[in-house]
């Protein structure tokens, strides 16, 4: 029998309640906003990219679920330091996989919103410019 | 608060009639709380469209044969049953449609944009509309030039009532209002609302998706012109919604559907229509669907809906009283029973309704989570979520005690 605490684990309780990286970023490179219509979660995702194409600085901002907020801020810790084209080419696995709990279907959807808003920020921002 | 030593409804015969209430979800009892989605089937209306389908599956109104006789027979006499159940003067005031949805869009599509609706008429809703009350009224906004006014809500969850009376003018032709709010549980005026809208000559559009199934409704006394509602929710089958309207409103609406059933005469180019309410059910409607309704219908009338209510307030002051007292959990809409159904919105502080419904789901519980389709009242209590259990016939005190109990694993959870 599964407990609540299969998946309000330790971590992921600890990000939620103690966020990190989360605020508004200055000067940011890429930056864009979406919701989950389902819920209404909303994250915003800010990234800023150095002269090597690094991933100098990044921030969300959002409220939501624990599952969305704690992996809107896990992300964060997954991407500063990252090449701009591994950042881009994260899977949903491997956030999933740091979360590191099964999700139903429904769920899935909270836990991947940040991932999402990240990618649109990039694309966004790439259509822009071309 | 002490708990009566039995109420007014025999629950566990009532729960022994619900075959899925007999299973577990993760090894514990299902506590059902989200009536106000989707309600439960009895036996009776699974054995209904059950018996349709093996017994005399056939199409209706044209076959000459025993079985399309039958079938025929059976889909009327829902109908009939029906308008009885709800006070109609006739079955043909009653018309079949798949949901509530279909039945608001086809008095806005119908009446609003094909019919009488001229640019700059009025249609007035109110805040705590669910989606399928604002939107298909967008459609005659945009499609022609309708001007759109909300009467608001109060803060303890019920209209204002003294802005409806200055947002009334002889520029209103449509009055649309909710008779039980899906959010809050507020059972609103509606006999009240649709006398003044008839003073200045507008009709009166009522949704009792969530009233229908839980109070007697008499369409003779409300006195409105238009009332839909859904068999989903009130013990029958999804995919059956109902449209009552009197019969000059009727009259004065035109179909959404061209097609077969619809009509009296089709020529190359050019048809005329069936009578009311035969026009509006154009194609081969939800036989079986209807059927399972009667049943339904049938079922409810058994029980009583003066006792389904009287059932229904016991367990909600329960709620409010159990669940309303827990410190951190804040309940939205009125706390008088004597204006609220059987629906009680509520936020725990510190956890976001969705981890709130996971961790009760871990419990067997189901309650919903979300904007419950109702987005403009969210934001008017700028509440981005919350949780609602819902209660209906075959819900006890103890659910609620389940529910509360789960609510307290949920505080440790977030504490």
Request: glycine letters at 8%.
């Given at each position: 029998m599964?407990?609540a ?7 992921i309780?600890d ?11 200055p ?8 919701t989950?219509?389902?819920?209404g979660?909303?994250?915003?995702f ?8 690094r ?5 969300f ?5 624990a ?5 809107a ?40 919103l ?17 | ?19 899925i ?21 009895p036996?009776?209306?699974?054995d209904a ?6 017994r005399?599956?056939?199409?209706v ?13 059976e889909y ?16 043909n005031?009653?018309?079949?449609t ?20 001229q ?13 399928s ?7 005659v ?12 809500v109060?803060?303890?969850g ?13 520029r209103t032709?449509?009055?649309?209002v909710?008779?039980?709010s899906?959010?809050?549980?507020t ?15 507008a009709?009166?559009?009522?949704d ?17 012109d ?11 089958p ?21 097609g ?13 229509w069936?009578?009311v309410p ?6 081969t ?13 049938d ?18 002051q ?6 309303g007292?827990?410190n951190?959990v ?6 008088d ?7 009680l ?22 309650i919903?989570?979300?904007?419950h ?38 505080q440790?959870v977030?504490?």
């Amino acid at each position: 029998m599964p407990a609540a605490s299969d998946l309000y684990q330790e971590q992921i309780l600890d990000h939620y309640k103690h966020p990190k990286n989360k605020g508004p970023l200055p000067g940011a490179t890429f930056s864009a906003r979406d919701t989950n219509p389902l819920c209404g979660d909303e994250v915003a995702f800010h990234l800023k990219v150095d002269r090597s194409q690094r991933v100098s600085d990044v921030r969300f901002e959002g409220r939501g679920c624990a599952i969305s907020q704690a992996s809107a801020s896990m992300l964060t810790t997954m991407l500063k330091g990252l090449p701009l084209s591994e950042a881009e080419a994260l899977g949903d696995d491997a956030l999933v996989k740091k979360l590191g709990i099964s999700l139903s279907a429904v769920r899935l959807n909270c836990a991947l919103l940040p991932l999402h808003v990240m990618r649109l920020a990039v694309r966004e921002k790439k259509a822009a410019s071309t | 608060m002490a708990k009566p030593a039995k109420m007014l409804l025999n629950v566990p015969a009532i729960k022994a009639d619900f075959p899925i209430l007999q299973r577990k979800v993760r090894d514990r009892r299902l506590v059902y709380l989200d009536s106000a989605a989707t309600s439960q089937k009895p036996k009776q209306v699974i054995d209904a469209t059950t018996d349709f389908y093996s017994r005399y599956n056939a199409n209706v109104h044209r076959a000459i044969y025993e079985l399309g006789e039958e079938a025929t027979r059976e889909y009327e006499g829902a109908r009939e049953k029906v308008a009885a159940f709800i006070g109609a003067k006739s079955p043909n005031e009653i018309v079949f449609t798949k949901s509530t949805t279909e039945s608001l869009n086809l008095v806005a599509y119908g009446y609003g944009l094909k019919g009488k609706l001229q640019k700059g008429d009025e249609i007035l809703g109110t805040v705590m509309e669910h989606h399928s009350n604002h939107v298909p009224w967008h459609f005659v906004k945009d499609h022609k030039g309708a001007v759109l006014k909300y009467v608001d809500v109060s803060d303890d969850g019920t209209l204002k009532m003294e802005q409806y009376d200055e947002l009334l003018t002889k520029r209103t032709k449509i009055v649309t209002v909710a008779l039980c709010s899906n959010v809050l549980g507020t059972i609103n005026p509606v006999k009240e609302i649709a006398k003044r809208a008839h003073e200045v000559g507008a009709v009166c559009v009522v949704d009792a998706a969530q009233a229908a199934p839980h109070m007697p409704i008499d369409v003779q006394d409300l006195d409105a012109d238009f009332l839909a509602f859904s068999g989903h929710k009130m013990l029958g089958p999804t995919g059956i919604g109902i449209l009552h309207g009197k019969p000059e409103a009727l009259e004065a609406t035109e179909p959404l559907l061209g097609g077969g059933e619809m009509i009296r005469e089709v020529h190359l180019g050019r048809a005329s229509w069936n009578d009311v309410p035969y026009r509006f059910e154009g194609g081969t409607p939800n036989i079986a669907g209807a059927i399972g309704l009667g049943a339904a219908v049938d079922y409810l009338t058994n029980l009583g809906m003066e006792s389904v209510r009287a059932h229904e307030m016991e367990i909600t002051q329960y709620a409010l009283d159990k669940i309303g007292r827990i410190n951190g959990v804040t309940t939205y809409g009125p706390k008088d029973v004597k204006k609220k159904a059987g629906v009680l919105a509520f936020t725990i502080d510190n956890a976001h309704p969705h981890d709130v419904a996971s961790i009760l789901d871990v419990e067997g519980i189901c309650i919903r989570s979300g904007h419950h389709c109702a987005q403009p009242l969210m934001e008017r209590y700028d509440l981005p979520a919350t949780a609602r259990a819902s209660f209906y016939v075959y819900n006890d005190l103890e659910d609620v005690d389940v529910l509360a109990a789960g609510i307290k694993k949920v505080q440790e959870v977030f504490a």
